[in-house]
């Protein structure tokens, strides 16, 4: 569940050995495969400045939120078919939980 606590320093590692493939986290940080994600919480999808994102991303007119990121990471191309975005998921809610805690940290700092 959303509601489930998470710790971001088991975020953190899993952010690293899961996502910095295609994403990057620092204000300023460069578009890779994906966008940068400084700023998502709060953000609605498809709108990072500078990146080429599907029209179902764009068209999914969602706000990142615990809540979304939640149903989100767990099948990606399910929440948005048509994504670009290849990563399997996190089923495991423990580990969804600590990532989106680490992001809710690292996407403000």
């Known amino acids: 569940m959303a509601d489930t606590p998470g710790d971001p320093a088991k975020g ?5 050995k899961k996502c910095t493939q295609c994403h990057t986290i ?14 998502l919480i709060g953000r609605k999808t498809g709108q990072a400045p500078g990146f080429s994102y599907t029209a179902a991303n764009v068209n ?12 989100y990471l767990e ?11 290849v990563f399997a998921g996190l089923k495991k809610e423990n580990e969804r939980a600590d990532l989106i805690a680490y992001l809710e940290e690292a996407c403000k700092k």
């Open 12 to 16: 953190k590692k899993l952010f690293t």
């Open 75 to 85: 099948n990606p191309k399910k929440y948005i078919p048509g994504t670009k975005m």
């Open 26 to 39: 620092e204000k300023g940080g460069k578009h890779k495969t994906g966008p940068n994600l400084y700023g």
């Open 60 to 71: 999914k007119g969602i706000t990142w939120s615990r809540e979304t990121l939640w149903v």
